[in-house]
C-alpha cells in the first residue's frame, strides 16, 4: 500500500487499531497503563506532524529492522533500496521517513541510498530527523564493491 492516510484508514475501519487497544488493555503486549498512555501521545503528535516536511503525496517509510546476528552485512541498504525500487515502478514521486538523531547505523543506510535531511521534529522520546527520498536508483558510487 502506498499511502499512508490508507492505511491509517484501513487500521481504523477494519478494526485491526481497536482491535490491538483491547489486546493492550487485556495485557497480551505487558504494556503498563503508563506506557501505553506514552504510546497513544507520541502515535498523536505523529498524526499532527506527518504532513510536515513534505512536498507531496503521503509515502511513508514506517519501520526498517534486521536481527542483530544479521546486521552489518548491507541488509537494510538492500531491503530499502529495493524499497524505493518498487515505489519507483508505482510512480510515487517522494516518501519520508523519521530516524533518531543518535541512531547511526539506520541514517548510515538512509544516507547511502539517497534520503537527506529536511527538518526535525519531537515526540515524548525526544527529537526525530525528518528525511525525504525521491523513489529512484541509489546514487552511482554509494554501493559496496
Ligand atoms: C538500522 C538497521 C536496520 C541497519 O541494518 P543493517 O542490515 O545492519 O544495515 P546495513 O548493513 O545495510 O548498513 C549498516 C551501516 O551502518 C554502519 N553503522 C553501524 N553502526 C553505526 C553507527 N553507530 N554509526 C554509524 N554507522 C554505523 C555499518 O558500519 C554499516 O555501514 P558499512 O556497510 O559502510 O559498514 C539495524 O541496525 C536495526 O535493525 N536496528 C534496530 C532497528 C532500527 O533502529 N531501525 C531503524 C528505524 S528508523
Request: charged residues 25%; positive net charge; proline residues 4%.
Amino acid at each position: 500500500m502506498r499511502s499512508l492516510r490508507a492505511i491509517q484508514r484501513k487500521a481504523v475501519l477494519s478494526g485491526a487499531a481497536l482491535r490491538w487497544a483491547a489486546r493492550a488493555l487485556g495485557g497480551a503486549f505487558d504494556l503498563r497503563l503508563r506506557s501505553m498512555w506514552r504510546i497513544v501521545r507520541n502515535k498523536v503528535l505523529f498524526l499532527t506532524s506527518e504532513r510536515r516536511y513534505r512536498s507531496v503525496g503521503d509515502a511513508q517509510l514506517l519501520n526498517v529492522a534486521v536481527h542483530p546476528e544479521a546486521r552489518g552485512r548491507g541488509v537494510a541498504t538492500a531491503l530499502v533500496s529495493e524499497g524505493l525500487r518498487l515505489l519507483r515502478t508505482l510512480g510515487v514521486p517522494e516518501v519520508r521517513l523519521e530516524v533518531r538523531p543518535w541512531n547511526g547505523a539506520a541514517l548510515a543506510v538512509y544516507t547511502r541510498t539517497g534520503w537527506r535531511e529536511v527538518g526535525r521534529t519531537r515526540d515524548l522520546e525526544g527529537e526525530w530527523v525528518v528525511m525525504v527520498a525521491s523513489p529512484g536508483p541509489i546514487p552511482a558510487g554509494s554501493l559496496r564493491g
